[in-house]
């Protein structure tokens, strides 16, 4: 099968911040691809190039068959852009909002009836299609959001954070959503600050300073991290931090909240052994075990390797 997006090279400077940096991807029909990477990484400019919002700076990309410098207003039809900020017209209802978009995309009056209305159902904003944009929660406001990116009912999606500071409810419906849209054979690129939802994903790239540093499938990404995960939940866990770390077969500590994930060599045997010595310093445990990694511990361990290799090339 070929690609449906596929960039080489593809980069965009601002002045000398090179935001998208020599971008080689290619993302092939139906799948739901994850952007991920700190703040600043270029995911907002990466998606917004693809959309054509973007004049590209260096490299070449093509969507949906169309090259991207060239025929960006064949690519337009072809693709559904949600932006990061708030982009519905606040004064305006749900419906008007709908219609709005349906006749910024030329969609017929009769395409229009039938699909608001299955858009409603489907966002779940039946009851609310009268009610103005703004005065709809956080989560209702992207789903419509949503819902008017479909209205033309584009077969690739360019999704920009759509879920960031969202309840986690909502979050969910949001995501069930996007899923039923990946069955339904849509391509869809979402960005995201959640690693919950990279897991989600069939492939997931990470970006880091305009460079796609990894890009595999979750389960890929998971097993590139060395060591097992045992989690403790210690009483100080400020002291457990200090201690834990200075153990021999301790590879990582990662900090959530008040438990302390550490990666480390042999779980079985070790887990023990850091319990008798955190308990020898005087530190209370309230629960220890081990557990499966997940993709949050491979992303904050992927971008601390990353940081102190661009450290090590600074220094030299
Ligand atoms: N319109 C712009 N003008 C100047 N610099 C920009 C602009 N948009 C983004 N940048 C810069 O490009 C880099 C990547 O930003 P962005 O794509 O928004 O990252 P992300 O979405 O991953 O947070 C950042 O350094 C940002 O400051
Ligand atoms: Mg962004």
Request: include cysteine; hydrophobic fraction near 40%; charged fraction near 25%.
């Amino acid at each position: 099968m070929s690609a449906i997006i596929e960039t080489s090279g593809l980069s965009r400077l601002f002045k000398q911040n090179r935001a998208v940096d020599n971008l080689d991807l290619e993302i092939q029909p139906g799948e739901l691809f994850g952007l991920v990477g700190p703040d600043g990484a270029g995911k907002t400019t990466t998606l917004r190039l693809l959309a054509g919002l973007l004049y590209v700076t260096e490299g070449s990309a093509s969507v949906a068959g169309f090259d991207l410098r060239t025929q960006p207003e064949s690519i337009k039809p072809q693709i559904g852009y949600m932006a990061q900020e708030f982009s519905l017209y606040a004064k305006l209802s749900v419906l008007e909002n709908l219609r709005f978009f349906a006749e910024l995309y030329n969609v017929s009056k009769t395409e229009q009836k039938e699909r608001t209305e299955r858009l409603l159902t489907f966002a779940g904003l039946t009851e609310f299609k009268e009610r103005r944009a703004v005065h709809l929660s956080g989560g209702m406001q992207k789903k419509l959001a949503l819902a008017c990116t479909l209205i033309h009912q584009p077969p690739i999606l360019l999704l920009d954070e759509p879920t960031t500071g969202v309840d986690p409810v909502s979050r969910r419906e949001f995501w069930n959503i996007l899923t039923e849209l990946h069955l339904e054979g849509t391509t869809i690129i979402v960005s995201t600050p959640y690693m919950d939802e990279a897991d989600r994903c069939s492939r997931v790239g990470l970006m880091y300073a305009g460079k796609l540093m990894v890009c595999d499938t979750p389960q890929n990404i998971r097993h590139q991290i060395e060591g097992e995960l045992i989690e403790i939940f210690p009483d100080n866990w400020q002291a457990a931090h200090q201690i834990v770390s200075t153990i021999p077969g301790v590879l990582e500590v990662q900090t959530y909240g008040e438990a302390l994930h550490l990666l480390v060599e042999d779980g079985e045997n070790q887990l023990p052994k850091i319990e008798t010595a955190l308990k020898q310093e005087g530190i209370h445990i309230n629960g220890a075990r081990l557990a499966p990694k997940r993709m949050e511990e491979a992303f904050i361990s992927l971008i601390r390797r990353i940081e102190s290799e661009a450290e090590e090339i600074a220094d030299e």
